[in-house]
């Protein structure tokens, strides 16, 4: 009885310095997005090795059963680690623990098989408690055939199924955890994207631009800003009717996204305004952007709900951002160039 409780104390430590340790980070590296396989390069090597410094303390446990084999809880930070932030994330775990903790040893040896194994099925995709099930296979498998030539007395055997099922059991508590914490993560950015965004065109708004705009200065990137106001807008309301003046609204957005790069920004700011953030201050190359919005829109087809066509132009105005400004005082000089166009005839580009 007494070894139970000991065997209950160690789990109890482990389980709680693990998943302490894992949250703790990992809601660290999700203060701007969900830390995940496809998270940059630095963070997900930061985790790795945060997992690999709780399996080198994880390691102290050990249950022997020779001078160079043993039992210890060491891979389930990295078993964990492989399924949420994928391969490359435990790998610097895993590298961690080999070069602090014996190197070239049988233990790692069978380790480094067991993640091996587990990564074949790519977890970090496919991310259920079918994987993990065949993770636990994989795991439990590779453990027998690593200790099968020790278990020669029932006190050692004994033993050794109980430290393996408090094993499975810790690595179990981890794993489901860490994914309630995962989901969270998840769902909270998912419901601040979705606040971000502009119901009808899924253009960011007022809001998501200006969150969007506080990550880029970070990189201290020069861009640069556009206006489009859409050409006698309130005619198509007018004439048309407003669920067609809707519909308008969403087909212009699409064919700005289709003509802006994947780095460039499309905001809706009200009525029939958009804001568009350029990843470049480059006046020339935003007002070819600009001119090629322009065209694409004014060759686009629209269409009556009794099935009139009608088409629509737009205006722009474009200017560099000024970094001494925000966003409103950025937009007003943008405005400033938007205006220009529209005393000038609407359906033009012109640059401040």
Avoid at 59 to 82: A, Q, T
Avoid at 137 to 154: D, N
Wanted: with cysteine.
């Amino acid at each position: 009885m007494h070894k139970f409780f000991e065997l209950m104390e160690i789990l109890y430590i482990n389980i709680s310095v693990t998943y302490a340790s894992l949250v703790f980070v990992y809601f660290l590296l999700s203060s701007d997005r969900p830390l995940n396989f496809c998270s940059p390069l630095s963070k997900r090597v930061l985790f790795g090795l945060l997992c690999g410094g709780v399996s080198l303390y994880l390691n102290n446990d050990k249950f022997s059963l020779s001078d160079h084999v043993y039992y210890s809880f060491e891979m389930i930070p990295l078993v964990v680690c492989l399924f949420y932030v994928g391969w490359l994330s435990m790998l610097c775990g895993f590298l961690l623990n080999f070069f602090f903790s014996g190197m070239f040893t049988v233990d790692k040896l069978f380790v480094g098989l067991m993640l091996a194994g587990i990564c074949y099925f790519r977890p970090w995709k496919d991310n259920n408690i079918r994987t993990f099930g065949v993770a636990i296979t994989i795991v439990v498998t590779l453990r027998l055939l690593a200790s099968l030539p020790f278990l020669t007395t029932w006190p050692v055997i004994w033993q050794s199924l109980v430290y393996q099922g408090i094993t499975l059991m810790c690595m179990f508590i981890c794993y489901h955890g860490l994914g309630g914490k995962f989901k969270y993560v998840q769902n909270f950015f998912q419901t601040k994207e979705s606040s971000s965004l502009d119901f009808l065109t899924k253009a960011y708004n007022r809001m998501g631009l200006e969150e969007h705009l506080k990550r880029v200065k970070k990189g201290s990137p020069q861009v640069g800003l556009a206006m489009l106001d859409i050409d006698f807008f309130k005619q198509v309301n007018d004439n048309y009717g407003h669920p067609v003046g809707d519909a308008v609204l969403v087909r212009v957005a699409e064919v700005i996204r289709m003509m802006i790069r994947k780095e460039d920004v499309l905001a809706r700011f009200g009525g029939e305004e958009f804001v568009i953030l350029f990843s470049s201050d480059n006046i020339y190359q935003m007002v070819k952007s600009c001119e090629r919005i322009r065209q694409a829109i004014a060759k686009t087809p629209f269409a009556a709900t009794d099935g009139t066509p009608f088409s629509i132009t737009v205006s722009l105005g474009v200017t560099r951002y000024q970094k001494g400004k925000n966003l409103q005082e950025n937009i007003i000089v943008a405005d400033k160039a938007l205006y220009l166009s529209k005393t000038h005839g609407r359906n033009k580009t012109t640059s401040i």
